[in-house]
Structures are given as C-alpha cells and as structure tokens.
C-alpha cells in the first residue's frame, strides 16, 4: 500500500497569502518538468473529474500561459504569465477567467530534500484576506490534493 | 504659471500594498499610450537624475518587459510580465533586478473624469510589510512625481 500524502496548506494570519507545503518522491528537476512541461502538466492538474487542455504556454521568464479545464460540456479556463522559470523557482500570475478582476501572485520553490525527495512550497498572494479566504473555502484542498497524487503517480512510472 | 500636482501615496493599514492617486489633464487613452507604447514610456518614467533605455518590451496581455535606467555609469535594471493590458486597465508584475527575489503586483486603472482629464490609480502588491515600508522610505515619491510632470509636459506639447 502507498502512503497517502497530504497537502499543508496554511493562510497567513497577517498577510493575505495561502501557504502550501508538500513532500514528493522526486528531484527538484523533475518538478519542475512537472511545471513547466505542457504535455506533463495536464496529466496531472486538478481535481480527478476535470480533463485539461493547454491553450497556449510558453514556460520561460517572461512567457505566458492558459489552459482550459473541463467536465461534461462546463469549462473552466485559467491564464497567467510566467514572470520568474528558474530551477529551483517559478514565479507566475494566475487568473481564473470567471473572476477576471482578481489576480493571484504565485511563487513555488522547490526544496531539496536529498535521496531524491524534495519539499515544495508555494505562496499564493492575492490583494484581499476576503479573495483569499474564497479560494480556502472553494474546496480547493479537493483538486490540489487529487492534482499531487497524480504526479505522484506519473513520478512512479517513470514519466516525469 | 503651472499648478504643482503632486501624487498622493498611502499604504493600506492592514495589506502590504502601496496605492497612489494622481490627476492628469489627459485622457484614459493618453495614459494607456504613455505606459505601453515604449517610445513615450523612456521620456518620462523615473526621476530626472536617470535615462531610460528599453531592453524588450511586449505591451500586450501576457507579453513582458525590461528597461534600464542609467547615470554617470550607474544601472539600474526593472523587469516584469504584462498579465494584462486593456483599455483602462494595466496588470504587471515588477522586480528590481538587484533584489530578484522580490516581485510586486501592479495594477494601474484610469478613472475617466471627462472634459480630458483622468484620475489615474495605481496599486503595488508586495508579500511583506518589511519590503512594502522599504519601498516607502526609498525616496520613491521623488521619482514618481518628477516622472509625472515631465508625462504632464508631453501631454501639454501634444507628444502623446
């Protein structure tokens, strides 16, 4: 039986930021690749019940995204640019199109843990704790925890 | 003689952004072109004492950006990504390359007063109040406001 690993996510109680924490059986390298490789990305993203399809993504400094995620005829899209791809760090915006006004500043880091394992951590900062305690209590644990287990997956057999 | 306008900057009390207000006798549409079009953009960004050169520059939704103000020798390099760029409305993110850790949020929207003058809002999203605060004690309102006359005086001569 595998472990089941959960996602840490923290809101900041001073700062309108949500924190998440997770460990991965995997190299820095290979999340990144996760990230920033389009035809990895969408095998894993999201909840179980939702398909992904990228529109555009070009994952360097300065380049942009958008992807379109789907389930029986809903769509749900999603567009941003990637403002920082480095090796250890990305720094990208984040748009869900049904609420174009906001705008979420996104930074993950990956931590190495040695033994190929690592520790990411990522930051979501948005302009007010009431966007940001939408997000907390949109169910978003649901997606993120089902998105991670799926990479986990794609890491075992070898994919990524 | 001409009015002295000078911006009005506050920092929120309980979020770690910067917003400043300020009126030009110009329309929604001349502020856009002052901040995309990057022939405009390098007469008047920043204080007197620099001269703006553009690296590359994209002012569409999901381009980027980098320009590097100089004197005597000295650089200083910016850069971003545009999230998005609409009629009334600029989202970028901004970092300082000699703090590249650091990336602000911005957004700037112009307030159509009529009879040709628009209240032009910017806000300034940081991830801490210790670099929000730094932000404010640099002497920033120096360069924006002599940035904005000499915007004024394109804008009086018809250059933009």
Chains 1, 2 share one sequence.
Do not use: C
């Not at 490789?37 to 894993?44: A, I, K, R, S, T």
């Not at 769509?75 to 006004?101: L, N, S």
């Not at 990522?122 to 993120?144: C, H, I, N």
């Amino acid at each position: 039986m595998n472990e089941t690993v959960t996602v840490a996510i923290e809101a900041d109680p001073k700062l309108p930021i949500i924190r998440m924490t997770r460990d991965f059986a995997a190299t820095p390298a290979q999340l990144l690749r996760a990230h920033t490789d389009p035809e990895l990305f969408v095998l894993w993203i999201g909840p179980d019940s939702l398909t992904t399809k990228v529109d555009y993504w070009d994952a360097r400094t300065g380049g942009s995204w958008r992807y379109v995620a789907g389930r029986d005829g809903e769509e749900f899209a999603f567009r941003g640019t990637f403002h920082e791809v480095g090796t250890d760090r990305i720094v990208q915006t984040f748009t869900w199109e049904g609420q174009p006004e906001g705008v979420a500043l996104e930074t993950l880091w990956f931590e190495d843990l040695g033994d190929g394992r690592t520790r990411m951590h990522t930051q979501s900062l948005v302009d007010s704790f009431e966007g940001r305690d939408a997000w907390l209590k949109s169910g978003m644990e649901v997606g993120v925890n089902e998105g991670y287990a799926k990479l986990d997956r794609l890491v075992a057999e070898g994919r990524i």
